[in-house]
Structure formats: structure tokens, C-alpha cells
């Protein structure tokens, strides 16, 4: 960018910021999404071990 004339430089580093925005925020779903199928495996590896346990003879 620093090869460019001025006015071309701010827009392209204006587009720039703008994809690393929209990275982040994409970033962070992503990572929400993680946290709820972790929480999600957790409970069926629960519900897997109990079934397990009842399943087993005394």
C-alpha cells in the first residue's frame, strides 16, 4: 500500500480494516459455536456414561 498515491492507500487500508472487522466477528461465532458443540459432547458423554452404568449388572 505504500506504493499507492494517497487517496488509494486510505481506501485500500480502509477495505483492509474493514475484512479484519468482519474477520474478527466471524472469528468470535466461530468460537461460540465451538463452546456450545463442546458443551454439547460433554452432556451426551454424560448421558453415555449414565445409560453405561445402568446398563452394567450389580
Known amino acids: 500500500m505504500a ?3 494517497k487517496d488509494e492507500s486510505d481506501a485500500a487500508q480502509s477495505d483492509v480494516i474493514g475484512l479484519v472487522e468482519e474477520l474478527s466477528t466471524l472469528s468470535d461465532k466461530l468460537n461460540q ?17 449414565a445409560v453405561s452404568a445402568y446398563g452394567k449388572a450389580p
Open 33 to 49: 459455536g465451538l463452546v456450545i458443540i463442546r458443551n454439547e459432547l460433554k452432556d451426551l458423554s454424560e448421558r453415555q456414561r
Open 3 to 5: 506504493a499507492l498515491p
